[in-house]
């Protein structure tokens, strides 16, 4: 078994047997990493391999559509195209909270 720790969701830590898929085993255990596709066509489960890089397979052609060369260097990866060989630890940039739509301030009506 390997250890995978969500950094971003407070440190959380989990295992997940090796040759495992970083998006499907943050969907299992609450991992927290956003999504919307899981098919590598929407770029929202970008997320950074802060440890452990070394222990993630090859980069993806669909990775290639939505991250720099200079993103792979720094350790940005899509979970949903991310295997795991080993340890690794991750952060992601959280989305923003829905909020209330703003409704515009009613005219007074004339007298």
């Not at 999504?35 to 980069?59: A, P």
Request: contains cysteine.
């Amino acid at each position: 078994m390997i250890q995978v720790t969500f950094l971003t969701n407070g440190g959380k830590v989990v295992t997940a047997p090796e040759d495992s898929n970083l998006l499907r085993v943050s969907l299992r255990e609450q991992g927290g990493i956003p999504f919307k596709c899981g098919g590598g066509i929407c770029g929202t489960c970008k997320c950074k391999i802060e440890q452990g890089i070394e222990n993630t397979d090859g980069v993806k052609p669909k990775e290639r559509k939505h991250l720099t060369e200079e993103q792979f260097k720094e350790g940005y990866r899509m979970a949903c195209q991310t295997f795991l060989k080993g340890d690794v630890s991750v952060s992601w940039q959280p989305r923003p909270a829905a909020s209330a739509p703003v409704r515009p301030a009613s005219a007074e009506p004339s007298s």
